[in-house]
């Protein structure tokens, strides 16, 4: 019994890893850079981008180990750093089922 619970929470797991990878990814294509002067939102909105793609990269790594644990943590992380840009307004994102909208 306790190794088809694993075996059932292992493939819940990698379901995970594959959607919110797809998310991710789709999320990635769809925001627009927002900050056109040289300003400290600039810098932001580099930084932003940049911890994302490289959480991608490291949950990329991870799941081809499968280590779906991390990959989704580094999935969540990355997600979470392009969702707070759209917030804070350094990204522009319109679609309300990806991104978490001020207005």
């Known amino acids: 019994m306790i190794l088809r619970e694993w075996q059932l929470m292992n493939t819940e797991l990698i379901n995970y890893c594959k959607k ?3 998310l ?7 925001i627009k850079l927002n900050i056109k002067n040289e300003s400290f939102l600039k ?3 580099t ?3 940049s911890m994302a793609k490289n959480y991608l990269s490291d949950g990329i790594v991870f799941q081809e180990k499968k280590d ?9 992380y990355a997600y979470a750093w392009i969702d707070s840009g759209v917030r804070l307004g350094v990204f522009y994102g319109i679609d309300r089922n ?4 001020y207005k």
């Open 20 to 22: 919110y990878r797809g």
């Open 24 to 30: 991710l990814e789709k999320a990635l294509k769809t």
């Open 43 to 45: 810098d932001i909105e």
């Open 47 to 49: 930084d932003y981008l």
């Open 68 to 76: 779906y644990v991390r990959a989704l943590a580094c999935f969540s």
């Open 98 to 101: 990806l991104f978490t909208l």
